[in-house]
């Protein structure tokens, strides 16, 4: 199909359809105009439209549940085994109290999704400039509309939708963000997010609040999580001498929903060393993309941040953008040669889910046991920015 067909379908499209009709059907024409209309939709002022709207709606009354082991997987009520097999959304685990949080995903997420991998699409089109043409074109639409000050409408439905507790944040007084872009970048307040075991230098960080899974190494990473063919430290960075260094090397990694806290910060103290750009696609990296077989984070816009730890050895903070996500900017890590403390802000994303990929050198990283063994039975762990992850042995 080329651009101009893609186009032509979508001009057909009937607004009124049912998305899951389109999914069911695989009418990927319809799907991509569900997107555009989705993105559209948001620039309404409605909240319960556009990208915002869940895909299914959890029922109340079995939100959380603490629940363990296979217990778990024979407990959990049929309607929410079926909305994780139909990928509507995912379980991750809330360190604190070891509950099971199922976590919706967004429409404009599951769209995305069908789009690349339903049917014969995932063979024929992404590869192409379509789906790398409609990505980007919708993620910039949006991102120009968050930044009109209409877009701050949204705002307190958006934190209502969320239970986003403003308290955390070093402006509580909603009506003081000039756009919903500025809103989203909001920064912490510094003792809502105490920096674990902060004299320790190699008590390693949480670089968000975020889903988080850490491997030993690459092949771990890509047995039970990553499943990109094409994935590599070679490929991810882009750097030979980087990839090499840190071959066989320890993985974080990092995933923002849209409803959290969206700066990212050093998880050790470190020195910027070298910034890299490498221009991508913007595919979602909502978990049920991940765990495909589609290349997301070699293939999705990034920065490669190489930095040099306390003991002069190299590590690499990989910010990767996503579908919707208006831009990654760097702030206190922005210049070649500035020294951080760990948990110093490094930098932060516009609007969408991102991620924060962290490599540490073979054989330097002990990861925290609970968040280890979450990530060996393919279950992300939510923690916060500055909570305690690892440590350098």
């Known amino acids: 199909m080329t651009i101009a067909e893609a186009e032509s379908v979508i001009a057909d499209f009937e607004p009124n359809a049912s998305i899951e009709e389109h999914i069911e059907k695989q009418n990927h024409g319809e799907l991509m105009r569900a997107l555009t209309m989705t993105v559209e939709e948001s620039g309404s002022g409605r909240f319960a439209k556009g990208i915002h709207k869940?895909?299914?709606k959890a029922p109340k009354h079995w939100y959380r549940r603490k629940l363990k082991g296979w217990v778990h997987h024979h407990l959990v009520?049929?309607?929410?085994?079926?909305?994780?097999?139909?990928?509507?959304?995912?379980?991750?685990v809330i360190r604190d109290t070891k509950e099971y949080h199922y976590e919706e995903m967004p429409i404009y997420t599951r769209i995305g999704m069908h789009?690349?991998?339903?049917?014969?699409?995932?063979?024929?089109?992404?590869?192409?400039?379509?789906?790398?043409?409609?990505?980007?074109?919708?993620?910039?639409?949006?991102?120009?509309?968050?930044?009109d000050p209409k877009s701050a409408s949204q705002i307190p439905s958006f934190i209502d939708h969320y239970s986003i507790d403003m308290s955390d944040y070093a402006q509580q007084d909603v009506s003081a963000f000039?756009?919903?872009?500025?809103?989203?970048i909001r920064a912490i307040r510094p003792e809502a997010r105490p920096i674990a075991d902060a004299p320790n230098p190699d008590a390693l960080v949480s670089a968000a609040d975020c889903r988080l899974n850490v491997y030993s190494n690459v092949d771990q990473a890509t047995e039970y999580w990553i499943k990109g063919k094409n994935f590599t430290l070679a490929n991810l960075f882009q750097d030979e001498e980087l990839a090499a260094s840190l071959d066989g090397g320890s993985l974080a990694i990092f995933r923002l929903a849209p409803q959290d806290y969206h700066r990212f910060h050093t998880?050790?103290?470190?020195?910027?060393?070298s910034i890299s750009n490498i221009d991508g696609t913007y595919f979602t990296v909502n978990p049920c993309t991940v765990r495909e077989e589609l290349d997301v984070f070699t293939e999705n816009h990034r920065?490669?941040?190489?930095?040099?730890?306390?003991?002069?050895?190299?590590?690499?903070?990989?910010?990767v953008g996503a579908l919707l996500v208006g831009s990654?900017?760097?702030t206190h890590a922005k210049t070649e040669g500035a020294s951080l403390d760990k948990g110093e802000e490094m930098g932060y994303f516009q609007y969408g889910g991102s991620t924060v990929i962290c490599v540490?050198?073979?054989?330097?990283?002990?990861?925290d046991e609970d968040v280890a063994k979450n990530s060996a039975a393919s279950f992300e762990t939510y923690v916060h920015m500055g909570e305690h992850i690892g440590t350098f042995i």
Not at 121 to 131: I, P, Q
Not at 267 to 273: C, I, L
């Open 360 to 367: 540490f050198p073979k054989d330097t990283v002990a990861w």
């Open 303 to 319: 920065q490669i941040i190489k930095m040099t730890d306390h003991r002069g050895r190299p590590f690499a903070v990989v910010a």
């Open 178 to 184: 000039a756009n919903f872009n500025e809103f989203f």
């Open 77 to 92: 009520p049929e309607h929410f085994k079926m909305a994780v097999e139909k990928k509507y959304g995912v379980f991750i």
């Open 115 to 147: 789009l690349l991998f339903a049917g014969h699409y995932r063979g024929k089109l992404v590869d192409t400039s379509v789906m790398h043409r409609l990505f980007l074109h919708e993620s910039l639409k949006q991102g120009t509309y968050f930044a």
């Open 54 to 56: 869940p895909s299914a």
């Open 328 to 330: 990654i900017q760097l």
């Open 267 to 273: 998880p050790t103290q470190g020195k910027v060393e």
